[in-house]
Every structure is written in structure tokens, then in C-alpha cells.
């Protein structure tokens, strides 16, 4: 899946990997370098405090739904 998302975002894996690195620097997340497609490879660098940021960014994006809460 991540190949397709890659292709389909940015062309190549490679080319998603960079702007999946130069996300993580816009959004200010220091330490963190994506390797390969899907960040799981033991070579990617993550600090998993920061990345509460990025789920915090991916939820601020207009496309995902918001979960409705119901008291």
C-alpha cells in the first residue's frame, strides 16, 4: 500500500521518502529521517514523543473524517 500511495503522491518511492523527510522537518519533528516507504525499517529514526506531532498534523488535514463523539 505504501508503494501505491508513493507512486501515486509523488512518482517513486524514492521521491515520497524525501518529501516524508521534509514534512517531518516542516513540521518541526528534529530526529526523525525516514529510510524506505512505510518508516518501519530498524534504519529509520524516530523519536516517539515527537511523532504524536505528526498524528496531531494528520488529523488536522481537512480529507480525514472527524470521529464524532457522543456523550
Not at 518511492?13 to 523527510?21: E, I, L, Q, S, Y
Amino acid at each position: 500500500m505504501a508503494w501505491i500511495l508513493a507512486r501515486w503522491d509523488a512518482s517513486s518511492g524514492t521521491a515520497f521518502v524525501a518529501r516524508m523527510n521534509a514534512t517531518a522537518r516542516h513540521l518541526g519533528l528534529p530526529g526523525t529521517h525516514y529510510t524506505e516507504l512505510s518508516g518501519l525499517a530498524s534504519s529509520t529514526q524516530q523519536h516517539r514523543g515527537r511523532e504524536v506531532g505528526l498524528g496531531v498534523a494528520a488529523m488536522r488535514q481537512p480529507t480525514l473524517p472527524r470521529p464524532q463523539y457522543r456523550p
